[in-house]
């Protein structure tokens, strides 16, 4: 049975880039994104990861190898926050926005990196976008990990896509784009469960798993990132 340490470790280092849940003991350096709990009038903030469907892959290609994977879409994710007002939420895409190019470099794992963001104007109240692309020496050997921020009222939606190439980490764009134009809070109940099959609340933005727009992704995991669950819940 093979076993896909890379994918294992990009997904690590795309949960690291992202604010922890809790404050931690330094103090951010500018740009730096702060812990979610710093954020003023944050009221809620979850988050879900979609990856390739490997179980499924291997029973249909039993010598199935990880070179096969990464041909594509490796890692899907959205996060989802919601502020008590309106102008908290801007002032938390703000910070977002600042902090997200800064850090995007530090994201590079040898190779040939590039930053690049662009304004979208037709998404939300407020849309931008921002993609590292790194290439090594091989030729057509490359990566591109896309963000996609949006503000909606008093919820901010953040949504990256890690893919082989530039034109499949648009991906992220159209999930970003679902969640803003068909998602929405589902009431006050929510049900946590942490393999990504979550519903109610504001996991009610989510697509559902046969939903298009995933192109064929699985949910890999759920995080409710806050408030945090307490450890004696």
Known sequence: MIRFHRLGILLIAMLALLPAASAGAQTPAPNEIPPLDEFAGIEAAVDRTWGPDLAAMMAATPDLQPEDVEMGVTVLSAM???????ANATAGFDTFQAGLGAQLLDMAQGGTPTVSDEPVSDLGDAASA??????TGTPGEET?????LVREGRYLLLVYALAATADQATVADDLA??????????????????????SGGLWGFMPPEDDA??????PISDELL???PSVNA
Not at 130 to 135: E, F, G, N, R, Y
Not at 144 to 148: G, M, T, V
């Open 144 to 148: 591109s990990l896309r963000f996609l």
């Open 177 to 198: 784009r679902y969640l803003t134009d068909t998602g929405e809070e589902e009431g006050d109940e929510a049900i946590f469960v942490a393999e990504g099959g979550s």
């Open 80 to 86: 989802v926050i919601r502020f008590d007002t309106d």
């Open 130 to 135: 921002v993609t590292l692309s790194t290439t």
């Open 213 to 218: 727009v995933l192109g064929g992704l699985v």
């Open 226 to 228: 806050y408030p945090t």
